[in-house]
């Protein structure tokens, strides 16, 4: 069985603070697919990134980078320099690739990041 | 424009009453998904399905049915809906394969009630 562990329920930063979301996962499978998704105050849920477990490059897109680990089954999320619209709910999911459960996901429970001016 | 629509995004309902919430998609996506989100819950994957004709069940798919007779189309069908399936419903698609910086797209959600 797949899970996913988002251990930080709650982050509170100020403004320009740079802040890491932690994302252990577990699952049996050799080849699976890693997300960040972004959930706004305002409700809908924005894709981040999806990254293949063969792919252990780590990713950086403006202000985010994204550390993947699978030695340590951790998939971790960096905000450099925050700011107060990044404050929303992340969540980090997993899922699996090519075997008959392709396609499907579990996600972690969430970590709420709020961003003080 | 590359979007999701679901429809309705609110309703409100009594138990009992069958439904359906489509969602379509515009970019020739092979994956569909559904996800309900409940407080303290999280996200639950309902349904999803892999191509045409291929659908798959999620972590939570009693009390849902899902076809996909078209590639665009991923409709959630609640035949006898329940007061417990009163929550939040995202509808997401992408491509199966493809590098990490292909984008999942999500629908804008639609909140339903079950009275």
């Known amino acids: 069985a797949q899970k996913v562990t988002q251990a930080q329920t709650e982050i509170s930063v100020v403004e320009k603070e740079d802040v890491t979301l932690d994302c252990v996962y577990e699952t049996r499978d050799t080849t699976y697919y890693l997300f960040w998704y972004k959930q706004p105050p305002s409700g809908e849920l924005v894709f981040l990134i999806r990254r293949n477990s063969f792919d252990e490059q780590n990713e950086i897109s403006g202000r985010y980078s994204w550390n993947f680990q699978k030695s340590t089954s951790s998939f971790n999320f960096t905000i450099t320099a925050s700011q107060v619209v990044d404050s929303a709910v992340y969540f980090c999911a997993l899922s699996e690739a090519y075997n008959t459960n392709a396609g499907k996901s579990t996600f972690g429970d969430g970590t709420t990041l709020t961003v003080k001016p | 424009e590359a979007q999701v629509t679901q429809n309705p995004r609110y309703l409100i309902t009594v138990t009992g009453k069958k439904l359906t919430v489509t969602c379509s998609q515009n970019?020739?996506?092979?994956?569909m998904s559904w996800y309900r989100q409940d407080p303290g819950l999280g996200l639950r994957q309902i349904y999803y399905?892999?191509?045409?004709?291929?659908?798959d069940k999620g972590d939570v798919p009693e009390g849902y049915k899902v076809s996909r007779k078209e590639k665009r189309n991923f409709p959630l069908i609640l035949e006898s809906p329940s007061p417990n399936q009163t929550s939040l419903y995202f509808c997401?698609?992408?491509?199966?394969?493809?590098?990490?910086?292909?984008?999942?797209?999500f629908g804008p959600g639609t909140r339903l009630t079950v009275l």
């Open positions: 970019m020739n996506h092979e994956y």
């Open positions: 399905s892999m191509n045409v004709e291929a659908t």
């Open positions: 997401a698609s992408s491509f199966l394969a493809g590098t990490s910086t292909d984008t999942q797209y």
